[in-house]
């Protein structure tokens, strides 16, 4: 991770802020990238005690695609490049289909699918460059398979795969690579706002998540962990 530049989004949601931590005392330089700036901040001064030296803060709103090409810029501006995307904010809405507003679908599709593709086309201009880059999607086991009460929510996830593989083979040739990350339930904040009653105690921990992120990253420059699939024992898709 020495002298990597490492863009998080979502730095402040579970899998981000654990991953951040864990990033802290590698030599990475890091671009922490959030809605809310005071967050952002608490982050930065715990990661500096962690042993991060280089953090640069950037509240943004991913569903705007002139901020997202602007969380990249400042990333540029600040350390010189970005080498890796970490794409870890979303959000969930678990409702029956009949039960779902248009308020809802909009939400799911502009946080989780359009502010993806916005970072990730961002990103990827940038990283053309160098002929270098490694973006990582976090998109859940729910933009694989199927649930019910997340029609909306698979259909933004779902997007998030078509659009992530396409783009691989386009920018294959300038050394970009992608891995998606079909995570199971992680107990993190995410569930504070989802009205569906679920087990937390049975599901993944941020730290295991973090941790397969941090070894697709870490991974030789030749090769390329496309797919990274950790569900709990205690509820699997096959």
Not at 16 to 36: H, M, W, Y
Not at 141 to 151: D, E, F, P, R, Y
Not at 163 to 183: H, N, P, Q, V, W
Not at 191 to 208: F, G, H, N, Y
Request: charged letters at 20%; a positive charge.
């Amino acid at each position: 991770m020495q002298n990597k530049v490492i863009v998080i989004v979502g730095a402040t949601g579970g899998i981000g802020i654990t991953l951040a931590r864990k990033l802290a005392p590698t030599g990475a330089a890091l671009v922490l990238a959030a809605r809310k700036g005071d967050r952002l901040q608490a982050l930065a001064a715990e990661l500096a005690n962690l042993g991060a030296t280089r953090v640069l803060t950037a509240p943004t709103d991913i569903t705007d695609p002139t901020q997202a090409i602007a969380l990249m810029q400042k990333a540029v501006a600040q350390f010189g490049a970005v080498d890796v995307l970490v794409n870890s904010a979303g959000a969930g809405i678990l409702k029956q289909y009949n039960k779902l507003e248009p308020a809802d679908l909009n939400a799911m599709l502009d946080l989780n699918l359009k502010g993806s593709f916005y970072t990730c086309q961002a990103a990827a201009e940038v990283m053309k460059e160098r002929k270098v880059g490694h973006i990582c999607n976090v998109v859940g086991i729910l933009g694989k398979h199927s649930m019910a009460m997340a029609s909306a929510y698979c259909a933004s996830k779902f997007g998030v795969v078509g659009f992530s593989k396409c783009m691989a083979d386009e920018l294959k040739r300038f050394g970009i690579k992608f891995t998606l990350f079909y995570f199971g339930g992680v107990d993190s904040p995410f569930w504070d706002t989802v009205s569906l009653k679920v087990d937390r105690t049975k599901m993944l921990r941020p730290e295991t998540a973090a941790d397969a992120i941090l070894f697709a990253i870490a991974a030789e420059p030749q090769a390329v962990p496309m797919e990274v699939n950790i569900q709990p024992e205690s509820h699997l898709f096959f």
